[in-house]
């Protein structure tokens, strides 16, 4: 990706009290990227939480909740800590400056705008955040099959779990164990294990369809489907197209005692988080319907019970 195309078409956040300054911003911003806007500091903490904006233009001055106490409380949740944050605000002084870069801004800019310096540097910030993020994504990939790694699984996990608390809204987790993985490494070596896996992850992926399902390599031929938003009827259409994903890849596996062909496990859970309530229960809920899905022959998948 060129440096270009990383400044354009960002998702732009702006925040003011004062309509004609967000118009002011939007005409700047408008024919290179996608703006919202919000008039007070609740609805900006709201809007970033639901769109998550590359970056948030963030006005200083506002009544009840000013811009330094938003700034402050995107920091402080782990689904808004890396949304980069310019203030844009008719302060002038040094100190005014410094308390903003001290509160986690990037950027601060005076009134009134120059429309072309604005535009200059929110393409500066989108270059730098999307050259962060592809970093970050290279430290959450599994380097075998592409997929996300544990520690992007667990970072998800947590704010999914949160984010749909708020909401009141269920989070399904399949747990998919390889049936009888290491006969298969025995049997045909690792080299070919290897490229046993990627397939199995390429399945995963086509089985869960929706862009912000979350499939991981969970460890070894452990993977974990996240699903978010899913309740369990849904959770169990994902598991059925595995299975039918599994069949037509049609992986001969000549030493499994349960199958000629490669096979997977599977547990499945659902929970509407609750107040008190961990991620870690989801987890520990697919991971007894896995274990019984094993234990009662493999090659099927099994339900936790709903309360």
């Keep these: 990706m060129s440096w270009t195309e990383m400044a354009l078409n960002g998702r732009i956040l702006i925040v003011d ?5 967000i118009q002011i911003l939007h005409g ?12 007070d500091g609740p609805r900006a903490l709201e809007l970033a939480r639901s769109q998550h904006p590359d ?21 402080a949740a782990s689904d808004t800590s890396d949304i980069p ?19 986690g801004a990037v950027d601060f800019i005076t009134k009134p705008v120059n429309a072309a310096v604005v535009r200059a540097r929110v393409r500066t910030q989108l270059t730098v955040k999307r050259q962060a993020d592809a970093l970050r994504a290279l430290t959450l990939t599994d380097p075998l099959t592409g997929v996300a790694n544990r520690r992007a699984f667990d970072e998800r ?3 999914e779990w949160r984010r749909c608390a708020r909401a009141g809204l269920p989070v399904s987790l399949i747990l998919v164990d390889v049936d009888h993985f290491k006969l298969y490494n025995d049997h045909y070596g690792h080299q070919a294990g ?36 899913l309740d369990p009827a849904g959770a169990e259409c994902v598991a059925r197209r595995l299975q039918k994903e599994l069949a037509q890849l049609d992986l001969p596996h000549a030493a499994s005692p349960t199958a000629p ?32 899905a094993k234990g009662d022959g493999r090659n099927q998948y099994r339900v936790a019970v709903q309360d």
Excluded: K, W
Aim: charged share 20%; net charge negative.
């Design 261 to 292: 062909r490669l096979t997977v496990s599977m547990g499945l859970a659902t929970q509407v988080p609750g107040e008190g309530q961990a991620a870690a229960a989801l987890l520990a809920a697919a991971d007894a319907q896995l274990y019984e």
């Design 194 to 229: 290897d490229a046993c896996l990627v397939q199995v992850a390429a399945g995963l992926r086509r089985a869960a369809g929706r862009t912000h399902d979350l499939v991981t390599r969970y460890g070894g031929e452990e993977f974990a489907i996240l699903l978010p938003q």
């Design 17 to 21: 009290d004062a309509m004609e300054n």
């Design 85 to 103: 944050v310019m203030f844009v605000t008719a302060l002038t002084s040094p100190e005014d400056e410094t308390r903003a870069l001290g509160a």
């Design 28 to 39: 700047a911003l408008q024919d290179e990227q996608e703006v919202l806007f919000a008039l």
């Design 55 to 75: 970056l948030i233009l963030l006005d200083a001055v506002m009544p009840g909740m000013d811009g330094y106490a938003v700034c402050a409380a995107l920091r």
């Design 157 to 159: 996990l947590e704010a």
